[in-house]
């Protein structure tokens, strides 16, 4: 059974980094599948944001590709996701997720872009 | 980009009735690569459907994945006070994700 948990800051300031960190366990990333991110904004759907594979080839959302990263770290069963220039907008409760489909997420985590 | 459009945006239905959730895509999703999500306040999604109509595991019998190409459907054939929630269709046939809008399934 593939576990997932994120972490990382759940406040960001206006046009700083977000940055989240996925944490797998019960499978390796090196083992295979596409491992993304999805966001969804209080209240509202789902959006995906991104994924990367786990040879490192990496697939955004063209409406984020600009300001998105999404990276692997094998030694540690992680992979991230860094969001540049952050703005209120960007505030929502972030997934992570093994993928295609997306059959075990994390529980979610709310990030607050705010001052 | 696929855009996906889900209707009905909210269904109100009692248990035991069957509901009947649409899910249509601007241009054809390849290999019927199609998911469908359960989600309740608070939680994660939950994967019910993939391959536009293999159940996942654990999934009970009375949700029932259709479709192929641009229509697809998720048919809950009598509804469960548990099964009372938002509805969400994804494609995964391209490389670049998409969701529907969702579709909520609320009592009447």
């Known amino acids: 059974q593939v576990q997932l948990q994120e972490s990382g800051p759940g406040l960001v300031k206006p046009s700083e980094t977000l940055s989240l960190t996925c944490t797998v366990s019960?499978?390796?990333?090196?083992?295979?599948?596409?491992w993304g991110w999805i966001r969804q904004p209080p209240g509202k759907g789902l959006e995906w944001i991104g994924s990367i594979y786990h040879t490192g080839s990496t697939y955004y959302n063209p409406s984020l590709k600009s300001r998105v990263v999404i990276s692997v770290d094998t030694s540690t069963n992680q992979f991230s996701l860094k969001l540049n220039s952050a703005t209120a907008a960007d505030t929502a409760v972030y997934y992570c997720?093994?993928?295609?489909?997306?059959?075990?997420w994390s529980q979610g985590t709310l990030v607050t872009v705010s001052s | 980009e696929i855009v996906l459009t889900q209707s009905p945006g909210t269904l109100s239905l009692s248990p035991g009735e069957r509901a009947t959730l649409s899910c249509r895509a601007s241009?054809?999703?390849?290999?019927?690569?199609l998911a469908w999500y359960q989600q309740k306040p608070g939680q994660a999604p939950r994967l019910l459907i993939y391959?536009?109509?293999r159940r996942a595991t654990g999934i009970p019998d009375r949700f029932i994945g259709s479709g192929s190409g641009t229509d697809f459907t998720l048919t809950i054939s009598r509804l469960e006070p548990d099964d009372f929630a938002v509805y969400y269709c994804q494609q995964y046939g391209s490389l670049s994700l998409t969701f529907g809008g969702g579709t909520k399934v609320e009592m009447k």
């Open positions: 241009q054809s999703v390849s290999n019927n690569y």
């Open positions: 391959d536009a109509s």
């Open positions: 019960g499978r390796s990333i090196s083992s295979g599948y596409y």
């Open positions: 997720a093994r993928e295609r489909p997306l059959q075990e």
